[in-house]
């Protein structure tokens, strides 16, 4: 007989009775959930491996003649949508304006000459003291250059000038029959109101760029031979930066093409980079006193004046960044992430435009947050331009204490001219940091240390001036023999 309850009833319909039909259902719908899942991820990473085999469609073949970017931008084109946004204000220093005849620009830059008359006193008596503003993005650099009046009359520039301003492989193969070092040479020879008819437009990307491999290259023969000879003071002989460079130092290399410090060499006023002796401005400050070499005659004091241009790259190499591998283009061009590619930004700016470009930059190393990194900056800086002021007032001094005497006659030839040597190296030490672009930060440490010694040059000078020798701006101050007021 059997003694099954109710109970005993409902628990075997629960686990063995119509229930258990459910279970082979719900299994096959989380198979094939699960599956589905699987073959969209394996179809995802399928396509992700075939972007990075192919990271670009060729819609159109490059040569080395292929000088238009936009024909470049028809295989590349969110690359070239950034690179026409080298156009943009991204540091808010445009300043409308009202065209003219002479000079059809809607907008300038701050003019930093204004902005800091020491500058132009520094400068008296060069092109520099008349026409000076701050730089800005690519897009501008041929028309900045054209309409400045630097490369007016009664200034007669060398065609030299435009090396870094324009698309140059064009202007290279055009004057120099597909030759590009004899156009090089040709082009440095005419005038630049000469050499700039030759020009189609602003840098662009065959500057940078082997248009069969899209690899980076080096196009400017200057470059080539500067790296090559500072390579050779390292004890690295024969160097060709396009065959022997890694792709990091080319990520730096492309953009010391033109963000250096140079001079004309010779009759040919041959583009020329004085890094034979080494990257620093102290090595740069030997070179040209062991050639000989002098930008212009100080209008005032008449010391034989150096004018640095903008040694970004080699103020760049002796920072912290430099030391740990970073190059020019982990900060100004980050990377940025496009399906499984990842592209360079090429508006080219400074890292802190945005946060954005902080967070792309900065924050891939630094473990910190857009403000944190946006105050590092501003103290490093503001540090830098507190020292620069010192470092001003006291060449100041020293170029108005050098005309009175000289005007005065109280101090001797002898003095006078130990006093603009002093001023000369001072002048060249202030110009550097401040016509580098960094304003300090692309290595703070050294930076201050080229400030701090040409305040102690300038004040050199001063004592130079009363009397009193200094060796080379570090020694012990020494009372003459015969002071200024004795020997009158």
């Not at 662009?204 to 790296?227: Q, V, W």
């Not at 590092?376 to 020293?398: F, K, P």
Request: overall charge negative; charged content about 25%.
């Amino acid at each position: 007989m059997s003694t099954t309850t109710d109970n005993d009833a409902k628990s075997t319909n629960t686990w063995t009775g119509p229930r258990k039909r459910w279970v082979p259902i719900v299994v096959l719908l989380f198979v094939a959930v699960a599956a589905a899942g699987l073959t969209w991820l394996l179809t995802n990473i399928f396509q992700r491996k075939e972007e990075t085999k192919q990271p670009f469609t060729q819609v159109v073949e490059l040569t080395d003649t292929t000088y238009d970017p936009a024909v470049w931008g028809k295989n590349f084109p969110k690359h070239y949508e950034q690179y026409k946004k080298t156009y943009e204000d991204t540091d808010g220093d445009f300043i409308k304006v009202d065209p003219t005849d002479e000079d059809p620009r809607e907008y300038h830059t701050i003019s930093r000459i204004d902005a800091e008359p020491r500058a132009q006193h520094m400068w008296r008596g060069y092109a520099f003291a008349v026409d000076y503003t701050a730089p800005r993005g690519h897009e501008w650099a041929l028309v900045d250059q054209m309409y400045t009046k630097r490369t007016k009359e009664p200034f007669k520039q060398p065609g030299t000038c435009m090396n870094c301003h324009a698309s140059m492989p064009e202007v290279y193969d055009k004057l120099g029959n597909g030759d590009r070092m004899a156009g090089f040479d040709a082009m440095n020879k005419l005038s630049y109101q000469e050499a700039v008819q030759h020009a189609s437009g602003t840098i662009a990307c065959i500057d940078c760029h082997d248009p069969k491999t899209m690899e980076l290259t080096i196009t400017r023969p200057a470059f080539m031979e500067g790296i090559k000879k500072y390579k050779a003071s390292q004890g690295i002989s024969d160097y060709d930066v396009n065959r022997d460079a890694s792709n990091q130092e080319m990520r730096s290399y492309v953009c010391a093409q033109c963000h250096v410090e140079y001079y004309f060499k010779g009759e040919g006023k041959t583009l020329t980079f004085p890094w034979d002796k080494g990257l620093t401005a102290q090595d740069a400050m030997a070179y040209y006193d062991e050639v000989g070499w002098t930008d212009f005659q100080h209008a005032e004091s008449g010391a034989p004046a150096l004018k640095a241009q903008h040694p970004d790259f080699e103020t760049f190499s002796q920072g912290v960044h430099a030391s740990n591998g970073v190059t020019c283009a982990d900060c100004h061009m980050s990377y940025q992430r496009d399906g499984a590619s990842k592209i360079s930004n090429h508006q080219i700016m400074s890292p802190m435009a945005s946060d954005e470009t902080i967070n792309s930059s900065c924050l891939t190393c630094h473990h910190s947050t857009t403000e944190e990194m946006r105050q590092r900056v501003d103290g490093i800086q503001d540090q830098w331009q507190n020292s620069l002021n010192v470092g001003y007032t006291a060449l100041d001094a020293l170029i108005t204490d050098i005309t009175t005497a000289a005007n005065d006659g109280s101090a001797t030839e002898e003095q006078l001219t130990k006093a603009r040597d002093f001023q000369r190296k001072a002048q060249f030490l202030i110009d550097y940091t401040f016509s580098e672009n960094g304003r300090g930060f692309h290595a703070p440490a050294y930076s201050q240390s080229l400030i701090n010694q040409a305040t102690d040059y300038a004040r050199s000078g001063q004592l130079a001036l009363r009397g009193v020798t200094v060796e080379n701006g570090n020694g012990p101050a020494v009372l003459e023999e015969h002071s200024p007021a004795k020997d009158q």
